[in-house]
């Protein structure tokens, strides 16, 4: 337990890469994590789309929201892994949303991001999550069909430099027992 405790611990997001190409068995290792996500039952609603070519990526860099911290990241790093959800899947039964929440799809997204992202971690890569972008010109881009939201897009690639560690909330704040 303590090795994966590490690998939770010692994740950052990383904006800067080395120039320097992911073996295919190493991304396939990443892709894999993926793969075992768990998810609403197991409708494993994800669909990946594995950028390398350079310019589609500086086309998704275009769709980053002025000012996003990881906008050079989308082009400096070797691959972008962009996870789309299908919709009316992931908490759906006969096609009507079974939670007051509705669809599902973002949680599910969120359990392969948090797979891909530890993974990586684990193989000396690194990542950065973005989500602020134009969704539906990255749709566009990548031509998505109907029936898909691309919901993050994840630059990967082995770090330039350490990060730093973020500070983190004390247990004790954010822990409630019994009741809010």
């Not at 800067?16 to 396939?28: C, G, H, S, T």
């Not at 768990?38 to 000012?67: F, M, Y």
């Not at 949680?107 to 989500?131: E, K």
Request: aromatic share 8%; glycine share 6%.
């Amino acid at each position: 337990m303590a090795d994966f405790m590490e690998i939770i611990k010692g994740r950052r997001s990383i904006r800067r890469y080395e120039e320097r190409e992911i073996p295919e068995n190493v991304l396939n290792e990443v892709l894999e994590a993926i793969r075992w996500a768990p998810s609403w039952a197991n409708t494993q609603c994800w669909e990946a789309i594995v950028v390398r070519n350079s310019t589609i990526k500086q086309k998704l860099q275009e769709t980053l929201a002025p000012g996003n911290p990881a906008t050079k990241a989308m082009v400096g790093a070797p691959v972008v892994i962009t996870l789309c959800g299908k919709l009316q899947s992931s908490g759906y039964e006969k096609g009507q949303a079974t939670t007051k929440l509705g669809d599902w799809f973002m949680f599910d997204i969120g359990l392969a991001t948090q797979n891909l992202c530890l993974a990586a971690h684990a193989l000396n890569l690194g990542t950065v999550i973005i989500g602020s972008f134009s969704h539906d010109r990255a749709k566009e881009i990548l031509q998505a069909p109907e029936g898909y939201e691309v919901v993050a897009m994840i630059p990967v690639g082995y770090p330039a430099r350490e990060a730093k560690q973020s500070h983190r909330r004390q247990i004790s704040e954010f822990v409630h027992y019994d009741r809010f």
